[in-house]
């Protein structure tokens, strides 16, 4: 996360860069649009099949639950003012109809809150954003930061979460908004 300064005060800014499967390998897994590596030959040679690796579903008595989200486009810049986290599942965003978006992630840390208990937040260091060109989705590993879907166009994804009974989900407010910028998309 870089830092521009406005007039008096300064501004945090966070730039989205492109995803490739190596920027994004500490958040979560890049999936399709040519990253996967092994594939296996099914229907008579007419598809190749990937599998996505290191899936989150089943803990603590999850189950897989797929669903359409329908979104609404949200204009950049933005002001981000929050982040989720799953710690006990991953999620996985694929868009239908060749939509763009822009994932924000961090990584957890631990931190003690007023009953000296360790609570996870949002590594604000490890903050990254990156767009994703419609023709690939993300897994978001269990445990990564994330900011809600960011979609650029009204449209659909279609979305593998764990379900639970227990909802497995962490909102932390940031102290302070930062604004999501592009350079050029």
Known sequence: MQSDRSTAESVATLWIDPITPQAFAD????????????????NAGTTLKFAAADLALTSQGGEPGLFIYRTVAQALPLSLTLL???????QTF???????????V?????????????SPVPDLSTLRAF????????SLSAG??????????????????????????LIHSL???????????
């Not at 989720?84 to 991953?90: A, D, T, V, Y």
């Not at 449209?155 to 593998?160: A, D, H, I, K, S």
């Open 94 to 104: 694929m868009p239908l109809a060749n939509l763009s978006f822009v994932v924000v």
């Open 144 to 169: 990564t930061w994330h900011h809600p879907l960011i979609s650029l166009h009204d449209g659909e994804f279609v979305v593998l979460e764990r379900v639970a009974r227990t909802e497995d989900c």
């Open 106 to 118: 961090a990584k957890s840390r631990a931190e003690a809150d007023s009953s000296l208990e360790a």
């Open 131 to 138: 767009w994703v060109d419609g023709h690939q989705g993300v």
């Open 27 to 42: 958040y979560g897994q890049v999936l399709g649009g040519g990253s996967a590596q092994e594939a296996v030959s099914i």
């Open 175 to 185: 102290a302070t908004p930062i604004q999501l910028k592009a350079r050029a998309l």
């Open 84 to 90: 989720e986290c799953h710690q006990l599942g991953s």
